[in-house]
């Protein structure tokens, strides 16, 4: 099966910028989940979707970040306006909807550099 | 609030030998998964093993397999036959059986030495 894919793979940009990360899970899962991976550290998840509605949101920086996962498939995660700690890589993940003992299939991640 | 400690930043290994990399946890639950992810520089995480708290014996995938000591709150994971492949970084994640969110660790940078 297709992985998850992501794009762009790399973005730079200028501080107050916008930009946005487009996510496409794996054909038929129902979860999505972007996650924050500062470098140095483990991911952080910043919003979780079970197929189109937000089931957590607790960590993400609404004054700036959104989210959306249209008809319960693609989503992407946007920046307005960034800021330099939002450099980092961006990594969404998909899974089958349910609680599951089994890992849930990443995608390769955007590189954001905020300069 | 769970936690998920790596207190070792960075190890190394000559190729073919053994390495365990170190992982602690702190959770009220009694039913959880643990996992341990291999990140390479194409940064794609990829699982590459998994225990369900709830079963005794610990868990195997060829040459890797963990040591799950759960009243001690431990989950190390021991790679036998280190080859250059295995170089990335390894981080031990938990979650809980009700969400469906990972805790991650801060990671072990493993390298593979010829």
């Known amino acids: 099966e297709a992985g998850v894919a992501q794009s762009p793979r790399y973005k730079i940009i200028e501080k107050r910028q916008s930009v946005a990360f487009w996510c496409n899970p794996i054909s038929g899962h129902a979860t999505l989940y972007w996650y924050q991976q500062i470098l140095g550290q483990g991911p952080k998840l910043l919003i979780q979707?079970?197929?189109?509605?937000?089931?957590?949101d607790s960590q993400l920086p609404k004054d700036r970040f959104s989210a959306e996962r249209l008809k319960g498939v693609d989503s992407t995660l946007k920046i307005q306006p960034a800021k330099l700690e939002d450099s980092a890589v961006y990594l969404c993940a998909s899974g089958p909807a349910g609680v599951t003992s089994y890992g849930y299939t990443f995608g390769s991640g955007t590189r954001l550099t905020v300069v | 609030a769970q936690t998920v400690t790596q207190s070792q930043p960075e190890m190394s290994v000559q190729e073919a030998e053994t390495v365990t990399l170190s992982c602690t946890y702190d959770t009220s639950e009694s039913n959880y998964y643990l996992f341990w992810y291999k990140q390479p520089p194409s940064r794609q995480m990829i699982l590459v093993i998994r225990?369900?708290?709830?079963?005794?014996q610990n868990a195997t995938e060829n040459r890797f397999s963990v040591n799950f000591q759960k009243a001690a709150k431990s989950f190390s994971l021991k790679i036998s036959d280190s080859q250059l492949g295995d170089t990335a970084m390894y981080f031990c994640a938990f979650r809980d059986s009700g969400t469906y969110k990972y805790i991650f660790g801060t990671g072990t940078r493993l390298k593979v030495l010829a």
């Open positions: 979707f079970q197929n189109n509605g937000v089931v957590d």
């Open positions: 225990q369900e708290a709830y079963k005794q």
